[in-house]
């Protein structure tokens, strides 16, 4: 019998007084993995441009309160745990300070995850975690992957005080990967005055489709994903989401390492991940969650704990026939 709410005290912990995300099954080895959908805590905080290193704490905050979240999502009139065996393996052990060494580790834990078939959800981090973790994905399959990404800045950065691996890169160092055509790379809600000059004439000549928010603004959240999820998409390619928090307006996720006014609602956020992933993915991150610049209530970690959670019922809708179920499901049709 299914409980009818979690509670904190009766949920088993992962380490101190860190649940599993939404309560799953904690798997300590890949190994050991039967599951359709993984969970990955990646807590690496490298060089920052303003403020760093709370973004380490990201991963153990969003699993806390992910406990406010069950299986069952009203929107979708559906039970993620009926279509999805999910499990949390825990946190990536990085090192401090060392880039390449951390994201090696993440990509073997993310390779061993996705021989076991499960599709990876991530939790950052700071952004340059999403390199590794689409490196490891697209090698997985070896196919043509795109990537739809949710985020204020273009990070095309070819390095920061010498460094080609952190956040400031990813985008780019992803364009060279093998198997990912800068072509099938599209930016949802890019704008503001921390993007470089530079970086404008860099994308236009990569190919990458970045739609700013004042086009969210013209055509809608909806709209706009859909178009990202046609480019990134194309001739079949397989798909990658990436979530940036700062993307959402600091009104609404305050606790990150570089707020930007005048973002994306947290309804805009949710809306655009579900278009942008009614038809599945091959693997998902959500990262620069700084929970120490947060609200008192934890508000940044809340939602991106919901933006998870409704990531894994877009998964679970794309393999049980309920794609787009959020649109009808409790549909008043009035007097």
């Excluded at 973790?133 to 795109?146: C, K, T, Y």
């Excluded at 920061?160 to 890169?169: I, K, P, Q, V």
């Excluded at 060279?176 to 599209?186: F, G, I």
């Excluded at 409704?310 to 409790?330: G, P, Q, V």
Aim: glycine share 10%; hydrophobic share 40%.
């Amino acid at each position: 019998m299914k409980k009818e709410a979690l509670q904190p005290a009766g949920v088993a912990k992962i380490y101190g007084d860190v649940p599993p995300f939404m309560a799953a099954e904690h798997v300590r080895h890949p190994a050991k993995l039967a599951a359709d959908a993984a969970v990955i805590g990646m807590p690496y905080d490298g060089i920052a441009t303003f403020r760093g290193g709370a973004t380490r704490r990201g991963p153990q905050e969003i699993r806390k309160f992910s406990l406010l979240f069950g299986g069952y999502n009203f929107d979708w009139d559906m039970d993620v745990f009926d279509t999805l065996r999910v499990a949390d393996l825990g946190d990536v052990d990085v090192v401090p300070g060392d880039n390449a060494e951390s994201y090696r580790r993440f990509e073997d834990k993310l390779g061993a995850v996705l021989g076991k078939g499960a599709v990876p959800f991530s939790l950052g981090g700071d952004h340059g975690i999403t390199y590794p973790a689409v490196s490891a994905v697209a090698r997985h399959h070896d196919a043509p992957m795109g990537l739809v990404v949710f985020d204020t800045h273009l990070d095309l950065s070819e390095a920061l005080n010498g460094d080609r691996l952190t956040r400031a890169s990813p985008i780019l160092r992803i364009c060279e990967l093998q198997h990912v055509d800068p072509k099938r790379v599209a930016i949802i809600g890019a704008r503001g005055p921390r993007n470089l000059p530079e970086w404008s004439p860099l994308y236009r000549e990569l190919g990458i489709s970045v739609f700013p928010m004042e086009q969210i603004e013209q055509e809608g959240i909806e709209a706009v994903s859909g178009k990202a999820r046609a480019v990134a998409t194309k001739d079949d390619a397989g798909l990658y989401l990436s979530v940036d928090i700062d993307s959402i307006d600091p009104a609404y996720a305050p606790g990150t390492n570089s707020p930007e006014p005048g973002g994306l609602t947290a309804r805009e956020i949710i809306r655009g991940v579900r278009v942008a992933a009614r038809d599945g993915f091959a693997g998902f991150d959500l990262v620069e969650v700084s929970p120490d610049f947060d609200s008192r209530s934890g508000s940044t970690s809340v939602l991106a704990a919901r933006i998870v959670a409704e990531s894994l019922c877009c998964l679970a809708a794309s393999r049980s026939d309920r794609k787009d179920a959020w649109r009808h499901a409790h549909i008043s049709k009035g007097g």
